[in-house]
């Protein structure tokens, strides 16, 4: 089984192979937040998964200035990078447009509903105080990044925003071109993927995991 946190040590101990092996293992993990993040203006011409990479590629080069020691506070030193780069590419693309509020959002520490835009660790169930506890629901979050990423693309997009986003489900119609009850199919047939990957993860059977 994969150990995130000996992973790291490894790494931080100048153990290259390890420390490629863990930006890969929450690779899905970003680009499910960089989808999350991306301003919908910007999806047109840029893909999220070039943001990955760039996050990915500054990660790597810069691994020697992480001052962390758990997967928590690596987690967090990634989604830093990530949100920077996130922000430069807002700044380098809609510069001559006026801020909207939509955009303030995507980039603003703050969430669609008041809460911070990492909510997709709090689709976990929660109450996690101690140091193993926080590391599990990190685990369990790149876990269904992973899940979600092996989903049919409609499906994928239909749950990030359902449950990511928390839009409803005429709002997830209206923006996808299909009826509610196509959505609600999709997201029916989503969530029976996620159980179905998990359930292989949880065999061993997965390919990722």
């Keep these: 089984m994969f150990d995130s946190q000996a992973k790291l040590s490894a790494a931080k101990d100048g153990d290259s192979q390890a420390k490629g092996e863990l930006l890969d293992r929450f690779r899905p993990y970003l680009n499910v937040i960089a989808q999350r993040l991306l301003d919908d203006r910007l999806k047109g011409?840029?893909?999220?998964?070039?943001?990955?990479?760039?996050?990915?590629?500054?990660?790597?080069?810069?691994?020697?200035?992480?001052?962390?020691?758990?997967?928590e506070s690596f987690l967090s030193w990634l989604r830093h990078i990530l949100r920077n780069n996130i922000a430069s590419a807002h700044q380098e693309h809609l510069q001559t447009q006026k801020r909207s509020a939509r955009l303030e959002v995507s980039i603003n520490p703050v969430g669609v509903s008041g809460s911070s835009p990492m909510q997709f660790e709090q689709?976990?169930?929660?109450?996690?105080?101690?140091?193993s506890q926080r590391l599990m629901r990190n685990e369990a979050a790149a876990m269904l990044a992973a899940c979600i990423e092996h989903l049919p693309q409609t499906q994928a997009e239909a749950i990030r925003m359902r449950y990511l986003e928390g839009q409803s489900l005429k709002q997830i119609a209206d923006r996808m071109s299909k009826t509610e009850m196509a959505v609600a199919g999709l997201l029916k047939r989503g969530l029976q993927g996620l159980r179905d990957e998990i359930a292989r993860i949880k065999t061993g059977t997965s390919s990722f995991w």
């Design 45 to 71: 011409r840029m893909d999220h998964n070039d943001l990955v990479q760039a996050t990915y590629l500054e990660a790597s080069r810069d691994f020697d200035s992480f001052r962390g020691d758990t997967i």
């Design 123 to 131: 689709l976990i169930p929660s109450g996690a105080s101690s140091p």
